[in-house]
């Protein structure tokens, strides 16, 4: 293989299992922060046995998170330094951001978080509770505004270095792999940069998918303490307040994916006509639900919805979705390969397309498993509803609580299939239009030393995540540090919708009742 090929493949090693952690950690430090707020507000000590349980879990993945992060960094300087010359003021100002605001802030308050239970008071607690959440949720938004900054760039120009002299170049100037090492992309706008059209598509999306993720997390322990019969009053609960956050979650990503297609409709289209397999540009563009794509005869299998894909992109059943044949335009292509005639433009256009069959698939795949993740979270909601989640005598329920124990790697399948689709959709470059992968490869860096590093890393990787396991389900058997005898308020199996609100939102709580 190539060095490239190899390169990419290490970068999607690290990145992706890198990208396991983070998610895990919004998403339970956002359920962390409602836990205590709800302890502080009802002085129920369950809220308080809640929160110290999932502070551990939360302690364990923060661990692994960093370790794993820090060698994307590296592989910047060693398998793409000439990409990171071209864009190191950009990434130097977001990735700065990013340790002062985020990480600084993390880590900073989570030895209070983690060891601070019997030294502070709870309201300390809980502000250190909600400064790491926020360091969370801060580090995730620096990144994706570093990445989205490559899927729509923004707020910058070129400039040509030569000596001591910085030359400012036209905004219309073409890249050329003879520049690299000369001209780099500056920051002049440092407000646009952050503010590029698909970062807060990108941001809310990712967000609320790892809101997912942490409460699916949850969900699934919650589901196999009750199947098990252990910890029942603490699983009841804290499945409660994970369900309707999964619930409310859903609706707002929903609405993220939304925005953030018609986002990609404007910004990428090429990205959007791989994702559906879309060749021809006519009126009343379908959309299919499912298939393959035969990129040899250029045409796309599988059932379709007719005119669905016009009415997603532009709230109009007529109105064309652009085909990858038109695009991208003549004019572009020949401003980067001049003196080819139109028909050899036309050989040449699939070579700015990305993989057209791997985008559609992953696409695909994060949309149905999307779907999985709204139904089982609304019926889960419903079935708490209707006072049926926690009965576990009933057959259907055990085989249901047993879906919810696997149901974890759902929105984490989402999150990386959805992750894949952003950034191969956007292929051949790695700044859109303007910066090829390809030139980005440092020049030293041979195919076997790649080849070497993929092994290492795959070696140490699957360590940690033994090791990672081995932990957590030492952390789950061993379960909430208190019993249920502890003076601990239930919810019970046949509390009906009113009750669950009283006991999570009333300041007096009601009067203790057994199970």
């Known amino acids: 293989m190539s060095v490239e090929i190899l390169s990419r493949i290490q970068f999607a090693l690290t990145v992706s299992f890198h990208f396991l952690y983070p998610p895990m950690t919004?998403?339970?430090?956002?359920?962390?922060?409602?836990?205590?707020?709800?302890?502080?507000?009802?002085?129920?000590?369950?809220?308080h046995q809640l929160a110290h349980f999932w502070t551990k879990i939360f302690g364990l993945i923060f661990a692994i998170g960093v370790a794993t992060g820090i060698v994307m960094e590296f592989e910047f300087g060693t398998n793409w330094a000439a990409y990171s010359r071209f864009v190191g003021d950009i990434f130097g100002s977001a990735l700065a951001a990013e340790g002062i605001f985020a990480f600084f802030l993390e880590s900073g308050f989570l030895a209070l978080l983690l060891f601070g239970w019997d030294k502070v008071g709870p309201k300390t607690h809980f502000f250190a509770t909600c400064m790491v959440c926020l360091g969370s949720h801060f580090s995730a938004i620096w990144i994706l505004i570093a990445n989205s900054w490559m899927q729509t760039p923004a707020g910058f120009h070129l400039e040509r270095i030569t000596g001591a002299i910085h030359t400012r170049l036209p905004n219309s100037y073409i890249v050329q792999a003879s520049d690299l090492g000369h001209v780099r992309a500056v920051v002049d706008n440092f407000w646009a940069m952050i503010g590029n059209p698909s970062s807060l598509n990108r941001i809310c999306h990712v967000v609320f998918g790892a809101w997912l993720v942490g409460a699916f997390l949850v969900m699934s322990i919650c589901a196999w303490y009750l199947l098990k019969g252990r910890f029942t009053t603490f699983a009841r609960t804290s499945m409660t307040v994970a369900a309707c956050f999964a619930a409310f979650t859903t609706v707002l990503q929903s609405i993220s994916a939304d925005s953030t297609a018609r986002g990609v409709v404007r910004t990428q289209p090429i990205k959007l006509a791989s994702m559906e397999g879309i060749y021809e540009t006519h009126d009343y563009t379908p959309m299919t639900l499912f298939g393959y794509v035969d990129t040899k005869n250029q045409t796309v299998h599988g059932p379709q919805i007719p005119a669905l894909l016009s009415f997603l992109c532009f709230h109009n059943f007529k109105q064309p979705v652009q085909g990858l044949l038109s695009m991208p335009s003549d004019e572009f292509l020949a401003a980067r390969n001049p003196g080819l005639s139109p028909e050899e433009l036309a050989k040449i256009r699939p070579n700015y397309w990305p993989v057209v069959g791997a985008v559609f698939q992953t696409y695909h795949l994060m949309i149905c498993i999307g779907s999985a993740v709204f139904g089982l979270s609304f019926l889960a909601l419903t079935l708490l509803w209707r006072g049926w989640l926690f009965k576990t005598e009933n057959p259907l329920i055990r085989f249901l609580l047993w879906?919810?124990?696997?149901?974890?790697?759902?929105?984490?399948?989402?999150?990386?299939?959805g992750w894949f689709t952003a950034e191969m959709g956007r292929q051949p470059w790695i700044v859109y239009n303007m910066l090829k992968t390809s030139d980005g490869l440092s020049r030293a860096v041979q195919a076997n030393q790649v080849v070497f590093s993929i092994i290492l890393f795959a070696l140490i990787y699957i360590l940690l995540f033994v090791t990672f396991i081995y932990l957590l389900n030492s952390k789950i058997q061993h379960g909430p540090d208190d019993d249920e005898g502890h003076h601990t308020k239930a919810i019970g199996a046949s509390s009906d919708a009113s009750e669950i609100a009283e006991d999570l939102f009333s300041r007096k709580g009601r009067a203790s009742h057994q199970e």
Request: aromatic share 10%; glycine share 8%.
């Open 26 to 47: 919004i998403g339970l430090g956002m359920l962390l922060v409602i836990m205590e707020g709800l302890y502080l507000k009802t002085k129920n000590p369950l809220f």
């Open 403 to 417: 879906i919810y124990v696997f149901a974890v790697i759902a929105p984490q399948i989402c999150m990386q299939a």
